[in-house]
């Protein structure tokens, strides 16, 4: 079934555009259409608000969002309560010592017998510690399984949130008890030694919090905009409910 967006039907050339921009996702094809969908009911407002610009589509939509979304500047009192309110986030120089065994979960794979094995390989590996360099060799679908599961050190922001927020929350040389999921699958994570760094100064901090904070502001007033767009859209072969923006980054 062909989609039609306000009588424009979307075609093979559009989508063979947009897809390599959406093989990391899920389901790269509705992702890909999904953004097509978007692009199309935001260049139509554009038009029909008289914002033109017939060689440029992204000069014209960021021209009607600069327009139509706007979001205020945060205070520096918002900026401060942030700060007080996540002072890990603030830290630098903090490193932990991780290991890891991945349970990659893979289209083909039965999640629920999946999660029954790694839980039991968790629960062996909390009973026998020592065992884990062993394990992770002969279970880990990550190359670290190669040295054991070592990942050496790890600093804030160079992994995933789940996998991160689960490693610094943990005490120094101890086995999660429990598994951590994250898009790459299962994880059973054994932390060594952790280096506690220090917090950064709320002056130094200042600049990288706004910005943060106007961002989440602004894609959080995008999708509202997004969802506004989609409802007086004429739109067909395709279900947009519930749908995220991949405009969003």
Do not use: W
Not at 2 to 31: C, F, R, W, Y
Not at 126 to 155: T, Y
Not at 197 to 226: C, T, V
Request: aromatic share 4%; proline share 6%.
């Amino acid at each position: 079934m062909p989609v039609i967006v306000n009588g424009h039907e979307l075609n093979d050339a559009e989508m063979e555009q947009e897809l390599p921009n959406h093989q990391d996702t899920p389901d790269p094809i509705k992702s890909a259409m999904t953004a097509l969908v978007l692009r199309r009911v935001l260049l139509d407002e554009a038009h029909h608000l008289g914002i033109d610009n017939e060689d440029d589509d992204e000069k014209m939509i960021d021209a009607l969002l600069q327009q139509e979304v706007s979001v205020p500047t945060p205070s520096r009192d918002e900026c401060m309560r942030h700060y007080q309110a996540y002072p890990a986030r603030f830290k630098v120089g903090e490193l932990a010592e991780a290991s890891h065994i991945l349970f990659q979960v893979t289209p083909a794979v039965d999640l629920d017998a999946l999660r029954k094995h790694a839980s039991m390989v968790l629960a062996d590996l909390l009973e026998n510690p020592a065992g884990f360099a062993e394990c992770a060799k002969a279970n880990s679908n990550c190359p670290s399984s190669e040295v054991g599961g070592s990942l050496g050190q790890i600093g804030r922001g160079t992994t995933v949130p789940e996998f991160e927020l689960a490693l610094f929350s943990a005490e120094p040389k101890s086995i999660i008890p429990a598994l951590i999921e994250t898009r790459f699958g299962l994880h059973i994570i054994q932390l060594g030694r952790k280096v506690e760094g220090r917090l950064r100064s709320f002056e130094d901090s200042e600049k990288s919090i706004a910005n943060a904070m106007h961002k989440a502001s602004f894609d959080h007033a995008l999708r509202q905009y997004l969802q506004l767009l989609v409802g007086r859209a004429k739109i067909s072969g395709i279900d947009m409910q519930g749908a995220d923006s991949p405009l969003v980054q």
